[in-house]
Each structure stands twice: as structure tokens, then as C-alpha cells.
């Protein structure tokens, strides 16, 4: 059974209440972006740790704080690199083209060497005969693939919500570009007519004109007759 409130579920509320939460002061943001760019303890898996640093910024987001994903990579490579584990694999990333540096494949590629990391410290030990540490067990192996595919996913979903944004711009670019740049002039240029004094582009077809009376609609008036009619309405109002 679930225990909630006016209805609503424990994880309802919770949904709700990040989401329409209070508003951040400038106390809240500092300790955010604090704990943002907090160095990494070298303990904590690389997925737990971007997904931290995800929450984090999601709420520096709704503050008006916007996204640093650039700054957030070259902190991380600059921690992984202070291990002294990750060399090789980060000097393989730096011969990548630039623009598949990104955040994204950053998680990728640092969680797979962190779970080849883990796993080859616990086949050592085993080797070497550390106590508890002796058995790698299959759940742990499963473990470690696990937290390597769940970065694989959240890698992926953060890098299509980017591509995501980029195209509504994109589109958003290219739909302004349709729009014309200044507004049509929907005025008639043609000259006022000296029989009727409208503007038409061939006086000498006026209806006015009895040599047009053919070409006159059935409920066709002349300017004379119309003009007393205003006039006597005008007079009456």
C-alpha cells in the first residue's frame, strides 16, 4: 500500500515538488555549484558521479544557471588524470577530433576504463590472497557491466536531448529566415480613376462609362447614386 497525500503518491510529491519547488537564493546556488565542482574522491564510480553532478545542475538550471558541460569535462579529465590510472586511455581522447570530445562520450569511455579498473584490481587480489577480497563473484562482474551500460544510457539520453535542442534551433533559424524582412505593401499603386475615383488599372473600362454598361454587375450603382445615398443616411443619423 502507498502512504501519500490528498491522493497522491510518496514519489508523486516528490516529482512535484522538484519540479515546482521554492526558488533558489544566492546562498542555495553557491553550495550548489560547490558541491558541482567538488573534486572527485576517486572512489565513487564515474556514472554515480555524473549522475550527481546531473541533479545538481538540473536544479542550477531551473535557477537560471546554465549548463556548463564544457567546464564539467575539462574538470573531469583533470581528476581522472591526477589518478595516474587513466593515462592511456585519456591519450588515446585527446586524439580525437574535437568535436567528439564531448561530455557525453567522456562518461562513455571513463566508465568502461573505470570497470576495467575495478575488475583487474579485484582479479589482483584475489591473486595476491587479500581476504574478503579474494572472490570476484559474478554478481559483482554483473555489477560492474551494469554501472558501465547505465552510463551508456545516460550518456546517450543527455547527448539525443542536446542533438534535440540543437535541431528546434536549427529550426527555429530556418523558419525566421522564411519570414519576409519587411512587411508587403498591400496598398493599391494603380491611379484614382477620373470617372469613379477608385483605383482600378484601366479608367477607360469603368463601369462608370455608358459604352461599359454591359460589363456592369446586376447590382452595379453609379458613384452618383451610392454618394446621395450616404448622404441621406448621414443626414437621418
Same mark, same amino acid.
Given at each position: 500500500?502507498?502512504?501519500?497525500?490528498?491522493?497522491?503518491?510518496?514519489?508523486?510529491?516528490?516529482?512535484?515538488?522538484?519540479?515546482?519547488?521554492?526558488?533558489?537564493?544566492?546562498?542555495?546556488?553557491?553550495?550548489?555549484? &560547490?558541491?558541482?565542482?567538488?573534486?572527485?574522491?576517486?572512489?565513487? &564510480?564515474?556514472?554515480?558521479?555524473?549522475?550527481?553532478?546531473?541533479?545538481?545542475?538540473?536544479?542550477?538550471?531551473?535557477?537560471?544557471?546554465?549548463?556548463?558541460?564544457?567546464?564539467?569535462?575539462?574538470?573531469?579529465?583533470?581528476?581522472?588524470?591526477?589518478?595516474?590510472?587513466?593515462?592511456?586511455?585519456?591519450?588515446?581522447?585527446?586524439? %580525437?577530433?574535437?568535436?567528439?570530445?564531448?561530455?557525453?562520450?567522456?562518461?562513455?569511455?571513463?566508465?568502461?576504463?573505470?570497470?576495467?579498473?575495478?575488475?583487474?584490481?579485484?582479479?589482483?587480489?584475489?591473486?595476491?590472497?587479500?581476504? %574478503?577480497?579474494?572472490?570476484?563473484?559474478?554478481?559483482?562482474? &554483473?555489477?560492474?557491466?551494469?554501472?558501465?551500460?547505465?552510463?551508456?544510457?545516460?550518456?546517450?539520453?543527455?547527448?539525443?536531448?542536446?542533438?534535440?535542442?540543437?535541431?528546434?534551433?536549427?529550426?527555429?533559424?530556418?523558419?525566421?529566415?522564411?519570414?519576409?524582412?519587411?512587411?508587403?505593401?498591400?496598398?493599391?499603386?494603380?491611379?484614382?480613376?477620373?470617372?469613379?475615383?477608385?483605383?482600378?488599372?484601366?479608367?477607360?473600362?469603368?463601369?462608370?462609362?455608358?459604352?461599359?454598361?454591359?460589363?456592369?454587375?446586376?447590382?452595379?450603382?453609379?458613384?452618383?447614386?451610392?454618394?446621395?445615398?450616404?448622404?441621406?443616411?448621414?443626414?437621418?443619423?
Amino acid at each position: 500500500p502507498h502512504v501519500g497525500f490528498n491522493h497522491l503518491t510518496p514519489y508523486e510529491l516528490l516529482t512535484h515538488l522538484e519540479t515546482v519547488g521554492a526558488q533558489l537564493d544566492f546562498i542555495d546556488v553557491t553550495e550548489l555549484q &560547490a558541491q558541482l565542482f567538488a573534486p572527485w574522491d576517486q572512489v565513487e &564510480a564515474p556514472t554515480s558521479l555524473f549522475e550527481r553532478q546531473d541533479r545538481i545542475e538540473k536544479q542550477l538550471v531551473k535557477a537560471g544557471i546554465p549548463a556548463q558541460a564544457e567546464l564539467r569535462l575539462a574538470l573531469a579529465r583533470t581528476w581522472f588524470e591526477q589518478t595516474g590510472e587513466y593515462d592511456i586511455a585519456l591519450a588515446k581522447w585527446d586524439t %580525437l577530433p574535437a568535436a567528439n570530445r564531448t561530455l557525453p562520450a567522456f562518461r562513455i569511455m571513463i566508465q568502461a576504463e573505470f570497470s576495467k579498473r575495478t575488475k583487474r584490481d579485484k582479479q589482483t587480489a584475489r591473486g595476491v590472497g587479500r581476504g %574478503l577480497a579474494n572472490n570476484v563473484t559474478a554478481e559483482e562482474e &554483473a555489477e560492474i557491466q551494469a554501472m558501465a551500460m547505465a552510463e551508456f544510457v545516460n550518456a546517450v539520453t543527455a547527448q539525443s536531448n542536446a542533438q534535440m535542442e540543437k535541431m528546434m534551433q536549427m529550426f527555429e533559424k530556418a523558419m525566421a529566415a522564411k519570414q519576409p524582412a519587411t512587411t508587403p505593401n498591400t496598398t493599391f499603386t494603380h491611379p484614382k480613376c477620373p470617372h469613379c475615383s477608385r483605383r482600378h488599372p484601366k479608367p477607360d473600362d469603368c463601369w462608370e462609362l455608358e459604352k461599359n454598361a454591359s460589363k456592369r454587375p446586376k447590382n452595379w450603382k453609379p458613384v452618383a447614386e451610392r454618394k446621395k445615398k450616404q448622404e441621406e443616411t448621414a443626414k437621418n443619423e
